[in-house]
Each structure stands twice: as structure tokens, then as C-alpha cells.
């Protein structure tokens, strides 16, 4: 087949779905299906230019100069849930429409996740269906996308293998986490009445072999931090042909991974259904085993209760309750608790959507009681995310009562937010490999790479994309507060002082003046119990003069 030389310019505006991760430092696989794809269509790789929407943003008037003498623009995007950015953001509506209305000669292309819930694009001379990837092929290579589809699993391993060496071109590489998809679409025959997964017709199921040349052609291009993020549920991939939970499935993905990548950084995962492990909870818990066997510390597996008021649940269509979810949080809890360097294997998280059909004043109150009810067992979860729902589809949600919202946020911030932070980061752990992301006044902040980070405040300015170890000495509602680790507290600076909890800026001025060596030369400046507990037990006996 001869090559097309059809200069291309791939714009990665990043994704961000309920079950997917786009937004740096994580990588879509979507866009390196994409880049695959082009490949496999005898694209030669030099006629393919891969950009971010965020050097785009920072040196547009060349890269628009540039993108107007290609032949192609292809803009891939799409955030169907809402989100908070710490470093990277991405493209809006705007942008898009921006692009599609500025630049003349290519011809424009717009994929993704945004397909699904946008048919129409001014600007654009078409969008592609679900799948890019599939779409854009089947135009290349003249191919009926109906028999594309047919055949969609095997395309996708070749094109996931083939489109690895994307990640070496990302401005993040070698500090990307993978996305790894199992499979695509929910597997429940009724969906969640607000979930953009119920959008997909494609559906389709990755053997582990597949995902394990995936993760050898990554590991090979120096790739060693993995999400099995792009699923609902990571138990439903284990399923049967009989509609078991099938453990052999799911050992030898993880195994598989393992072996594939002697060299691997991080091995998470996202969602669980707990309806599933309710449902089955003795396959559950052998699964469980399993991954805590080859996953790295600190993973997290969010949990989509999304309200544990029964009439909401009822009107949207949502499988799990409040007791299934609880089952599910003791077992993980049983199962995956206990730390390794200083954080635990694999913990739950909880997310509750606001503004679903049927939400009345009283769904705070049964929210607020379920968590209350987890923190009082003693029971740990990772991440609460609280977050409002986005109008998807016509989706007609429930007016949120601003005052009501806040309030109720307020509440769980204070009375279980923080202290269940306290539980899972407690004051002294040491926190390994923190890529620091943002320097903003006197913090720098950074979060370890992985599944749903803690991000870490760290008093000085750090050098953005380096790692550090941090000793925990403060929590807030969402973020805690750490000291760059070891450090001597000869070294501590003015800042650093400040923000150890007690010591203020004041004392923290008259404590640096001093220049103590010790922990009890502290003690003669400060002359107060709980503060000069507190700096005795961060400069603990084992680290206090390294």
C-alpha cells in the first residue's frame, strides 16, 4: 500500500469522562488509537504533528500559521464530567468553535467524547462518529465503518499497539499515566439516567493479551505509570460467558502487566460498581486479593453511589444503594487497608452527583448520614467527590438551592472530610515521589502520579516537573500540607515554619532568627505544649537531625 503523505496536525484537546482520564498528566487512549490509526493508514510519521490544546495556548499565532499549511486538523475532546485542574485544562467549546471558524485550508475534524453529545460543530467539515479512531480509517482507507465495527477489538489492539509511541512526543512524557482500557460501554442493560456511557452503541471487550502488548510497547518507550481507568466497573471485565465474576480474567491481566513492565512506576484502577461486589461478594473478595497482589500503594476505586437518598436512586435508574455500598466499603477496607510505604494498598471512594431528578432538601441529609455512618465504623474512604451534574442529552435535572449546596458541602468538608483525611494521610507519613505541577505565592503543589492523587501543598518553591518526598504535617478539606522530606530543621526556612501547625509567622520569624538545631531548642522559643508536641513528633527521634 502506498503512503499518503497527508500532512496532519493532531490536536489533543484532552477527555475527561466519567469512565476515563485524559487530562495531564494522564493520556487518553483514545488519542493514541488515533495516532495508530493514522499509521496503520500509511500515514508516514513525519506528516503527523502532535500538539496539546495547552502549547497551542501558549504560542498560538504560530501554531495556527502552521496548522493553516496542513492538509488535516484533527481536534480530539470532550469532558462529559466536571473537573477541577491543577496544571493542564481542557479545550472549551469556545476554543473549538475558535479553531473551526479561524482556519481555511485543512480539513477540519472534530472526534471524541464531544461526538457523542454534540452532532454538530460550525466550522468543521464533519465529526466523526464514536470511535475516532475507526472513523477516520474507514475514510482513509475507504472502508465501510460498519465493518470496521464488526471487527473493533482487533483494530483497537493493533492501533493501541501501534500508537504507543505517541506518549514520547507528550510534553509530559515521561510523567504521563496511561489509560488502559478493558472494555468499552456499560455493561448494564438499563443505564444510569444521566451517565454519557448509556450514549455509546459501541461496544466492545480487550483480552488481556491485547492490553499486555499494549503495556510492553509503552514499557519499551519508557512508559511506567498505568490506569485500568477506562471502564465502569473492573470487575464486569472479569465477567464469563455465564455472567460470572471470573478470577483466572483478571489474574492474568494483572500478572500479565506485571511481567510486561519489570520496570513499572504505578498500577491503579478506577471505577467498581458495588452493586457488584455486594452481588458477589466471595468472587469479590478473591479478586480483590488479587489486586492488591499486583497493584501499587495508594490506589483508589471510586465507587458511583451518586445519592443515598432511595428516591433519587430510584428515578435515575442507579444499581448500587446504601447498603450494597457499605458491604463494598467494609470489604475493601478488609481486603486493601494496609500500607505500604506509609499509604494504603487500595481504598474506596465515594462519589454523590447533585441536581439528579427527584433531588429534594431531604438527599443532603440522607448523603450526609450515609458518610457519617462510614466515618463512625471507622472505616476509611480515599476521595468524597462531590460534584453537580452536567446536562447531558437533555438530561432534565433538579435545581440546586445554592445556600442548601453549600451548606451541606460545608458540613461534610468539616465533620467527615477532614478527618477521614487525617485517617488515610495521618501527621508524620512520608509521601514518596510528588511531581510538583504548579508554584503559586510561598506553596508549591504536586500530587503523586496515580488514580485520584491527594494534592500536596509543600511551603517553598519547588521545580516544577521534579519529584519530591514530603513528611505530612497539616490537612485541609481536599489537600494536605507537607514538608519537603528529609530535611534538617536547621534547614527550614521562614515559610517552611509558618506553616507547621501553631507556629504562625511570628514565631516562625523568631524561631528562624535563632537558627535552632534541635527540636528542644524550639521548645525553649515556643513554650507552648501542643505546638511543641506536634514539632516533636515530625522531627521524630529516627529523622529529627538527618
Known amino acids: 500500500m502506498p503512503e499518503k503523505k497527508i500532512d496532519t496536525i493532531l490536536l489533543d484537546g484532552y477527555l475527561d469522562e466519567p469512565s476515563c482520564l485524559g487530562v ?28 496539546t490544546i495547552d502549547q497551542l495556548r501558549k504560542d498560538k499565532d504560530n501554531y495556527l500559521n502552521m496548522i493553516e ?27 473549538i468553535k475558535e479553531l473551526g471558524k479561524t482556519l481555511y485550508y ?44 464488526n471487527d473493533s477489538a482487533q483494530y483497537i489492539a493493533k492501533w493501541a499497539e501501534m500508537g504507543a509511541k505517541l506518549t514520547v512526543k507528550h510534553p509530559f512524557f515521561p510523567n504521563l499515566v496511561n489509560e488502559i482500557e478493558t472494555f468499552r460501554g456499560c455493561p448494564r442493560k438499563e443505564h444510569c439516567a444521566f451517565c454519557s456511557e448509556r450514549l455509546k452503541k459501541l461496544h466492545y471487550k480487550r483480552t488481556p493479551e491485547q492490553i499486555i502488548s499494549e503495556i510492553r510497547n509503552l514499557s519499551n518507550l519508557g512508559n511506567h505509570y498505568y490506569r485500568l481507568g477506562c471502564q465502569t466497573d473492573i470487575l464486569s471485565y472479569s465477567t464469563d460467558n455465564k455472567g460470572k465474576l471470573n478470577t483466572y480474567q483478571i489474574e ?3 500478572s500479565g502487566i506485571r511481567k510486561a513492565d519489570p520496570k513499572l512506576k504505578v498500577l491503579h484502577l478506577d471505577n467498581i460498581n458495588p452493586a457488584t461486589i455486594a452481588n458477589n461478594i466471595n468472587q469479590s473478595k478473591k479478586i480483590l486479593k488479587i489486586i492488591t497482589k499486583y497493584n ?21 435508574n442507579i444499581e448500587t444503594n446504601p447498603e450494597k455500598t457499605l458491604k463494598a466499603i467494609e470489604l475493601i477496607n478488609q481486603i486493601g487497608s494496609y500500607r505500604v510505604n506509609g499509604v494504603p494498598k487500595l481504598l474506596p471512594g465515594i462519589n454523590f452527583l447533585h441536581g439528579l431528578i427527584g433531588e429534594r432538601d431531604k438527599t443532603y441529609e440522607y448523603n450526609y448520614k450515609f458518610l457519617k455512618e462510614v466515618y463512625d465504623r471507622g472505616l476509611i474512604l480515599r476521595r468524597i467527590n462531590i460534584r453537580q451534574v452536567v446536562n447531558i442529552n437533555n438530561y432534565p435535572s433538579s435545581k440546586i438551592k445554592k445556600s442548601s449546596f453549600n451548606k451541606y458541602k460545608d458540613l461534610i468538608n468539616k465533620e467527615i472530610n477532614k478527618p477521614m483525611l487525617k485517617r488515610v494521610f495521618p501527621t508524620n507519613t512520608i509521601l514518596r515521589n510528588i511531581l510538583i505541577e504548579k508554584v503559586k505565592g510561598k506553596l508549591s503543589y504536586g500530587r503523586q502520579l496515580g488514580t485520584y492523587p491527594i494534592l500536596v501543598a509543600i511551603p517553598g518553591k519547588l521545580k516544577v516537573g521534579k519529584f519530591y518526598n514530603a513528611k505530612v504535617i497539616d490537612h485541609g478539606y481536599r489537600s494536605i500540607t507537607a514538608l519537603p522530606w528529609p530535611i534538617k530543621i536547621s534547614q527550614l526556612n521562614k515559610d517552611q515554619l509558618s506553616f507547621i501547625p501553631g507556629i504562625g509567622d511570628k514565631r516562625a520569624n523568631k524561631i528562624f532568627l535563632s537558627k535552632p538545631t534541635s527540636v528542644n531548642e524550639i521548645s525553649k522559643i515556643i513554650k507552648d505544649t501542643n505546638t511543641i508536641s506536634l514539632v516533636k513528633e515530625i522531627f521524630s527521634t529516627e529523622d529529627r537531625d538527618q
Open 24 to 51: 495531564p498528566p494522564y493520556i487518553s487512549p483514545h488519542i493514541r488509537y488515533l495516532y495508530g490509526a493514522l499509521l496503520d493508514a500509511k500515514i508516514p510519521e513525519k506528516n503527523i504533528k502532535y500538539i
Open 106 to 149: 485543512p480539513t477540519k475534524v472534530l472526534g471524541g467524547p464531544i461526538t457523542l453529545i454534540k452532532k454538530k460543530m460550525a466550522g468543521y467539515d464533519f465529526l466523526t462518529k464514536e470511535t475516532a479512531a475507526l472513523d477516520i480509517y474507514s475514510k482513509l482507507m475507504d472502508i465501510d465503518l460498519d465493518q470496521l465495527k
Open 296 to 316: 501499587t500503594e495508594g490506589d483508589t476505586a471510586a465507587f458511583g453511589l451518586e445519592s443515598a437518598d432511595p428516591h433519587v436512586l430510584k428515578k435515575n
Open 69 to 95: 499549511k496542513k492538509d488535516l486538523f484533527i481536534v480530539i475532546a470532550g469532558t462529559t464530567v466536571p473537573g477541577n485542574y491543577l496544571q493542564a485544562k481542557p479545550i472549551s467549546i469556545k476554543e
Open 252 to 254: 492474568k491481566l494483572y
